[in-house]
Structures are given as structure tokens and as C-alpha cells.
Nanobody
Framework: QVRLVESGGGLVQAGGSLRLSCVVS????????MGWLRQAPGKERESVAA????????YYVDSVKGRFTISRDNAKNTLFLQMNSLKPEDTATYYC???????????????????WGQGTPVTVSS
């Protein structure tokens, strides 16, 4: 069984930064392509960023390109999302997700992923 636990969310002013982390346990972390997705109140869950199993390829939704960076540390079983220049429209619950032996070619849809964390809320005030 794979377990994903996010942390790092919180309240920040517009223009500020946050760094989200997701610790994965239960299986070999490098077996999983990973992603960050978010869901704002009343909206569908959307993919924000994806990263290949060894971190050589990353993908971002247009709205966060140049502001967010996805990365991973396979030695520490941890996925990161560095979020800079935050905007009120980035307010959402952020989820990390894992796809066993996945090969992302873009920011993959929620249906692509096998496992999910519980989410961490991010609120950006104007």
C-alpha cells in the first residue's frame, strides 16, 4: 500500500511563496511518476504539474509556468512544489498523486493517477 502525505500549505499574501512537500511511503518512490493537482471550491480538480520517475521531465499547466517548480528527491521519497509569485486564483487544496510506472507526457488528468494524498490547503489573500 502506498501512502502520500502532503504538508506546507497555509495562508500567504499575493506575491508570496510557499513550498509544498509530499512524502511517499510503502513502495519504491522512483517507481512512480508524480503530480500536483489542485481543487478550488466549486471547481473541478485540475492538474498543476507533473514529473517523470527520475525527474528528467517536468510539465506545467500554463497558468503556473514560470511561477511554480515541481521537483523530487528519490533518496528521501519526497515530492516538492515550489510556488512563487502566488495569486489569489491559486487558492485551492493541493494534492500530490502517484502513478506506478507512469510516463507522463504533459500535465496528466486526475484519472491518470493511482494514489492520492489527503491534500493541503493553500489560501492566497489579495
Amino acid at each position: 500500500q502506498v501512502r502520500l502525505v502532503e504538508s506546507g500549505g497555509g495562508l500567504v499574501q499575493a506575491g508570496g511563496s510557499l513550498r509544498l512537500s509530499c512524502v511517499v511511503s510503502g513502495r519504491t518512490f522512483s517507481n512512480y511518476a508524480m503530480g500536483w493537482l489542485r481543487q478550488a471550491p466549486g471547481k473541478e480538480r485540475e492538474s498543476v504539474a507533473a514529473i517523470s520517475r527520475f525527474g528528467s521531465r517536468t510539465y506545467y499547466v500554463d497558468s503556473v509556468k514560470g511561477r511554480f517548480t515541481i521537483s523530487r528527491d528519490n533518496a528521501k521519497n519526497t515530492l516538492f512544489l515550489q510556488m512563487n509569485s502566488l495569486k489569489p486564483e491559486d487558492t485551492a487544496t493541493y494534492y500530490c498523486a502517484a502513478k506506478e510506472l507512469g510516463n507522463p507526457t504533459q500535465t496528466m488528468s486526475p484519472a491518470f493517477y493511482d494514489y492520492w494524498g489527503q491534500g493541503t490547503p493553500v489560501t492566497v489573500s489579495s
